[in-house]
């Protein structure tokens, strides 16, 4: 392959992948929300298990625990709660910026207890979509891209 | 210290690597510090505490090691592991009759290795045997010490009633797909001058390689254990340790036909959607299914696991490769075309697997810094980082690390499904011949996001 053209499909793949990775999403427009989540927690799920929200949004979580005592931590947030069997805890915070943050539990619960996990859904889930785009970049480079 | 025209660089030409290799005491020295934290791992997860995550032996083969193993040793060295691995040492020092080289005389009767049992196939038998019992592996550390203790076992018998490295050949679910792995990897042990070792009767390097590998006739580093006792021996120091690009031994057309290697690469990529199904998902039934060993669920999630991995999965990749087949008429036997694209299957899988790592381990290292402090899980602190743990905030970069991964992982793996289809197709015929191929390797990775990050 000539020079130039390797910088060109290069430049191309790069570009283009720049531009999936950050090119900005269409925002809804929301006023921020109260949002209240009852959540079951049980050896070894969160019920519901995934939190969707919007940046702003105040959230409160009643975590009730069905069998043994369960935590629950959030990656990137300094929130915790314990829930005894048959209590329920509660907690307000503000969803921050956009993304996906585990929720885990944080007392150890049982063997399986260190992959005990859920998710806070801050706006749209942009990294799936955005990763599912540089997949399909990268397919198509790959099969372009021919080694001299 | 490029060898002319040729992309190699010879680690074993400076200076201070070549004492390290042509001695054997460092090796030895490493080799002996695996094997006492093996021993010690044991005890640990014998005797310690029974929550996996307060154990030192669950915390440190499944997180630490396992972590090591997919993000340094396999991607940069290959085998480079299996040169320090505890799991065949005693065996091989009883066999060698010697801890530093072969003695004249060896212990053990020396027997051949069964045809029928060459290959990938058992170590692929025995990876899907930790997978259907990998939450309770995972989890109690008893079983983990059991583990590692039956596999020590494994290796000293087959070493004493076989020749060399049968365990780490054939049997061993490790040293399976680091082997198949290492083939991507950027470091590897060659001839350097073929002509020499044709003119050299003696044979030194294969009489004394451990893995009973020959040098000359290597085609790709799989079976290499990079112990460099061929480098030692050689007569006339023709071997090399070179560093190489990334993937070298792959997207070549191979003369024999190696099923046993695409079936070990189809179970690795079945046990990385299943792993992460089990451990990353937020399924708590499926947890309690995988974990609940001898329930009704127990069964329906190992035999959906194991459908996953010899029916579904080699399933759709025949049914690629056919396809492309068809498409782009190629004259290769369909065994053949299945075993030779089935290379591409390699980085996609490697690059999934530390993806998956990314995700499980991550969030655990507070533990390693605990355990390394309480190793027992009996309350005390040696070092002082009992207590602590991560902030979280650390983890906002996995997932970006993981798509990263991923999408590496991809390119590569279309790129040589496309040069590999070059070998067998017209031109015309090539780029049409590729897609059935690059689809599945698209398809796995688009459910491999979806678990991670769905
Ligand atoms: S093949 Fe297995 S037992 Fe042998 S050295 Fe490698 S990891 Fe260790
Ligand atoms: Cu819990």
Request: with cysteine.
């Amino acid at each position: 392959m000539k020079h130039w053209k390797k910088i060109l499909f290069w430049g191309l793949a790069i570009s283009l992948g720049l531009v999936i990775s950050l090119a900005p999403m269409p925002v809804k427009a929301t006023s921020s929300n109260q949002k209240l989540f009852k959540i079951q927690a049980s050896r070894f799920a969160f019920s519901p298990a995934v939190l969707a929200v919007n940046p702003g949004d105040q959230v409160t979580i009643e975590l009730v625990s069905q069998d043994v005592v369960h935590g629950l931590s959030i990656d990137g947030y300094d929130l915790h709660l314990v829930a005894d069997p048959g209590q329920t805890a509660s907690m307000t915070f503000t969803a921050g910026q956009a993304g996906s943050y585990t929720l885990r539990c944080s007392e150890t619960c049982g063997a399986m207890h260190p992959f005990m996990v859920g998710k806070l859904q801050v706006g749209g889930n942009d990294l799936l979509w955005r990763a599912a785009g540089l997949a399909l970049l990268a397919v198509i480079a790959g099969v372009w891209w021919k080694r001299v | 210290m490029f060898a002319p025209g040729e992309s190699r660089l010879n680690l074993a030409r400076l200076r201070v690597l070549d004492k390290l290799i042509k001695s054997r005491w460092p090796l030895l020295l490493a080799r002996s510090i695996t094997l006492a934290g093996f021993v010690f791992t044991i005890l640990v997860g014998l005797l310690g505490s029974p929550v996996g995550s307060h154990n030192f032996a669950i915390i440190f083969v499944w997180i630490a090691w396992w972590t090591a193993l997919k993000l340094f040793f396999i991607p940069l060295g290959g085998r480079s592991w299996c040169s320090v691995c505890p799991l065949p040492m005693p065996g091989e020092w009883l066999q060698n009759g010697s801890l530093l080289t072969k003695a004249q005389k060896s212990i053990g009767l020396g027997m051949r290795w069964p045809r029928r049992l060459r290959g990938n196939w058992l170590a692929s038998g025995l990876f899907l045997l930790i997978g259907i019992f990998s939450a309770l592996t995972l989890t109690d550390a008893r079983l983990t010490a059991w583990i590692l203790l039956g596999l020590l076992g494994t290796a000293m018998l087959l070493s004493l009633i076989f020749e060399r490295r049968a365990f780490c050949s054939y049997v061993c679910p490790i040293g399976g797909f680091t082997g198949i792995y290492a083939k991507t990897a950027p470091l590897e042990v060659r001839v350097i001058d073929s002509d020499i070792c044709k003119s050299h009767a003696e044979k030194t390097c294969y009489t004394h390689c451990p893995w009973g590998v020959y040098p000359l006739a290597m085609r790709d580093s799989s079976q290499c254990g990079l112990c460099m006792e061929c480098l030692r021996v050689c007569t006339y120091d023709n071997i090399s340790l070179n560093l190489r690009p990334f993937g070298s031994d792959l997207g070549q057309t191979n003369s024999i036909t190696r099923l046993d290697e695409t079936l070990l690469a189809l179970v690795m990529l079945s046990s990385a959607l299943s792993f992460s199904a089990v451990f990353i998902g937020p399924w708590g039934w499926l947890k309690s299914a995988a974990y609940d060993v001898g329930s009704t669920a127990w069964w329906a999630y190992t035999g959906a696991y194991l459908a996953l991995s010899l029916l579904v999965l080699p399933g759709l990749y025949t049914l690629a490769v056919w396809w492309s087949q068809k498409t782009g008429q190629a004259k290769a036997p369909f065994k053949r075309l299945l075993a030779d694209y089935s290379q591409a299957l390699l980085p996609l899988g490697l690059f999934t697997w530390i993806a998956f790592t990314i995700d499980f381990a991550f969030p655990k290292f507070s533990y390693v810094l605990q355990v390394l402090s309480d190793p027992f899980g009996w309350g005390w602190n040696l070092v002082g980082t009992s207590g602590v743990s991560l902030p979280s905030a650390l983890l906002g970069a996995a997932p970006v690390l993981q798509v990263g991964a991923v999408v590496v992982g991809l390119f590569w793996s279309a790129n040589l499904s496309q040069r590999l289809v070059a070998k067998q197709v017209q031109p015309a015929r090539a780029r049409r011949a590729i897609l059935p191929l690059a689809g599945f390797s698209l398809l796995f990775s688009l459910t491999m996001l979806l678990l991670l990050l769905g």
